[in-house]
Structure formats: structure tokens, C-alpha cells
């Protein structure tokens, strides 16, 4: 297996404009997606009087080598609703498959009911509304829809991708009080474009691997078995 120096080398080769690593660049850098520009071209026009920055993408070829960062997302409970759709769609393009619990209720909106059918339907759970938790299930438009459409109402929410279980692109416990986030620079820069500026904190990367470490079990990915226990 390739070591992660080597599987992301050419996010270090430079740009031809600047001559900084592509990892200094919108695209492959959280701050300097957010910014624009390339951040040792930031630093040196603070601190060495650089006239220009330089404002290149990281190339598509590269995109993949950039590594995702978690973040805590803090949300005030009246925009938590609102705030978990945004995190939502900008992790869509890399989720293959989501995990919930369906605590369906009487007091939800049709729609919402609408959404637990097709959830329901999708999992092969019962079609009557009874408590339910599933732990993988692939994702397509349909499932996708139905899925964001109940997450700000369940207990608890996770979106997977092609890496499985332990790590999340996005998990929502209590309701969405407690909410991590694991983003590209690029995505941090379009979440932070509708969320507050301080609304998304990074977590250690010790504490990121520790809680992968916790959430893992094996056939957990098993279809059938929720949370861990076989039925």
C-alpha cells in the first residue's frame, strides 16, 4: 500500500505561475479556497512585499490527493435545520451511502413521511411506521432526496463515502447538536459561504482517528445489522 507522502507527491510539484506546491493553492488548501489565492503567495506579499498573489486552482488531476479535514459544526438550534442542508449538499458529490436512524412521527410534515416511505422502501424495512436504524445504505437521487429531507428531523445521521465505515463525511448525533463535517478545501469554502465564519471548528487530527477508531466495528457494513448488533 502506497504511504500517504507518496499517494498526494504531487500536490507538492509547483505551479508554474508562482512556483509555490499546488497544496499552497485554492483547491488544495482550506484558507486559500476560501481567500482566492495561494497562501505562501499571501505570506510573502505580507511579510516580503510580493506585488502579485496568484490566484490558480489546483489542477483536476491533482484534486484527488488533497486530503479532507473534520470540522465541528456548531449551530444555534433555530438555524441547525437549515445548516446541516448546507453541509449536506456540498458532501453529496462523494457519498455512497447514508446511515439513520427514523424515529417517524406523527407531528411531521407530509413531506417528511413521504421521504420515510421511500427510505422505508429503499432499506427494505416495513413500509407501516414503526422505529427503525439502518446502517448502510447505498445512495442514488431517490434515496439521496428522501434522505435530506428527514436528516433534520432524526436523532442521528451519517454519510459515507467510498472509504466505508469510520469515516464519515458527515455525522449528526442529538438532534444536530453534535455535528462533524469532513470537507475538501474547496467545499469548506463553498459551506462557509452560507454558514457563519465561526460556525465550523477543526478537529485534531488525534481526536479525528480516535473517533474513527470507536465508530468502526466489524460487519457493521453488513446489510441488516444496525449499529453494530446483528439481528
Given at each position: ?124 424495512l416495513p413500509a407501516a411506521p414503526a422505529y427503525a436504524t439502518v ?97
Amino acid at each position: 500500500m502506497a504511504q500517504v507522502g507518496d499517494r498526494r507527491a504531487r500536490l507538492r510539484d509547483a505551479c508554474g505561475a508562482c512556483a509555490h506546491p499546488w497544496s499552497e493553492h485554492p483547491g488544495g488548501l482550506h484558507e486559500a479556497s476560501l481567500i482566492g489565492v495561494c497562501g505562501h503567495c499571501v505570506y510573502e506579499a505580507e511579510h516580503h512585499g510580493r506585488a502579485e498573489t496568484c490566484g490558480r486552482h489546483v489542477p483536476d488531476d491533482v484534486l484527488g490527493e488533497v486530503p479532507r479535514v473534520v470540522f465541528a459544526v456548531a449551530l444555534r438550534r433555530a438555524s441547525r435545520a437549515a445548516g446541516l442542508t448546507v453541509l449536506l449538499d456540498a458532501v453529496r458529490p462523494d457519498a455512497t451511502a447514508v446511515a439513520f436512524d427514523l424515529p417517524e412521527l406523527d407531528h411531521w410534515p407530509a413531506e417528511a413521511h413521504a421521504a420515510a416511505a421511500v427510505l422505508r422502501s429503499a432499506a427494505g424495512l416495513p413500509a407501516a411506521p414503526a422505529y427503525a436504524t439502518v446502517d448502510w445504505l447505498p445512495v442514488d437521487d431517490a434515496v439521496w432526496a428522501a434522505f435530506r429531507t428527514v436528516a433534520p428531523l432524526v436523532h442521528s445521521a451519517d454519510v459515507w463515502d467510498a472509504r466505508g465505515l469510520g469515516y464519515a463525511l458527515l455525522d449528526a448525533e442529538d438532534d444536530g447538536a453534535a455535528l462533524t463535517v469532513a470537507l475538501t478545501p474547496d467545499q469548506y469554502a463553498a459551506v462557509l459561504r452560507r454558514l457563519p465564519a465561526d460556525a465550523l471548528t477543526r478537529v485534531p487530527q488525534r481526536a479525528t482517528l480516535a473517533r474513527r477508531l470507536r465508530v468502526w466495528r466489524p460487519g457493521r457494513r453488513e446489510p441488516g445489522q444496525a449499529w453494530g448488533i446483528a439481528p
